[in-house]
């Protein structure tokens, strides 16, 4: 949240980054390394597997590219000892899956290539909000959730991601319903669709 909501259900471009062994159904290591490989660019959300197991899949957003360093200091972003523009925008009301409603602080993030997205935060002092200073490693990447302060992202477990673990790009939504309906209950579609988020891009 707030770029991807529960129950979305998006279409992933793996030829954006070329192809590693994790572009194959079950991961099958029939080689190594990228073919095609083209680098991903920071403010992309892509789809990856978990370093921790290679099996899990993630969507996170690239925050941080090789040789950066990324550190979170009250709640703001510093990339390379700069810190990362945020803008206040409308307040982010979402369900929390047990019925009851949180309203979250929004803003827009300007990161040092112009891209721009919109975050969440809870706070400016939760766990993640002050952090030591990552240092990314060659050919890996550091990736954050857009809602800061509930994310397992490169701050924590998942820490830096290979690029050989990177799947592909989010590009488009192309389905969406709410908690009410899963994808398969077709009978609650008319009630738990959200039509407006139907063939939206990704930013």
């Not at 409603?101 to 721009?116: A, G, K, S, W």
Request: aromatic content about 16%; hydrophobic content about 40%.
């Amino acid at each position: 949240m707030p770029t991807l909501l529960v129950g979305d259900y998006l279409f992933v471009s793996k030829y954006s980054y070329g192809y590693s062994h994790h572009a194959l159904p079950f991961s099958l290591p029939f080689f190594s390394g990228r073919i095609l490989a083209d680098a991903p660019q920071r403010g992309d959300v892509a789809v990856f597997k978990v370093p921790t197991d290679n099996k899990t899949d993630y969507v996170k957003r690239i925050i941080g590219l090789p040789g950066d360093s990324i550190q979170i200091i009250r709640g703001i972003l510093h990339i390379n000892g700069l810190p990362v523009r945020r803008n206040r925008i409308d307040d982010f009301v979402a369900e929390d899956g047990y019925g009851q409603f949180r309203v979250y602080t929004q803003y827009i993030e300007v990161l040092p290539n112009d891209v721009r997205h919109r975050i969440i935060e809870l706070s400016d002092s939760n766990h993640f909000d002050n952090t030591r200073e990552f240092i990314v490693p060659d050919g890996h990447y550091f990736l954050m959730g857009d809602n800061r302060d509930n994310s397992t992202d490169s701050r924590s477990i998942v820490g830096y991601v290979p690029f050989e673990n990177f799947i592909g790009r989010a590009e488009v939504l192309f389905f969406s319903v709410n908690h009410s309906a899963r994808f398969w209950e077709i009978w609650k579609w008319p009630w738990a669709i959200r039509f407006s988020r139907f063939f939206s891009c990704i930013d």
